[in-house]
């Protein structure tokens, strides 16, 4: 039973992962697939072993700061820096992911409450 759930497809497609390296700042498309309790990602959509994954439960999940269409996951390892072709495509990635995978939200989604397809735009007003 627990082979069927993790080998169950949630959502994928392509998306942009910053390079993990000092060296490597660069944006590079990737084909992903989310499970679960694990976000794999490929080289290319027809590769059949993924290039790397991240294995959810405990991660951090939050919005970028930086990137109005990226998010950002953040294990006790490494922080990955993703990004969508639009607002409406990263807050379908971050909807399937909160309702489905072991993770803690971070302190941007939970201000802003995400909704699908909305503008995250908004300004934080100071107190």
Known sequence: MLANVQDSVLIRGPLRKQ???QKRSNWTTRWFVLKPLVLQYYLTQKDLEPNG???LPGVAVD?????KTGFILSTHRRVYHIMANSVTERDQWLQTILQ???VRVGHLIIYKRLKPGE???E???EK
């Not at 919005?63 to 990137?67: A, D, E, R, V, Y």
């Open 119 to 121: 503008d995250q735009e």
């Open 100 to 102: 489905n995978c072991p």
């Open 123 to 125: 300004k934080v007003e």
């Open 63 to 67: 919005l970028s700061t930086k990137k």
């Open 19 to 21: 390079g993990g390296g």
């Open 53 to 55: 994954y991240v294995f």
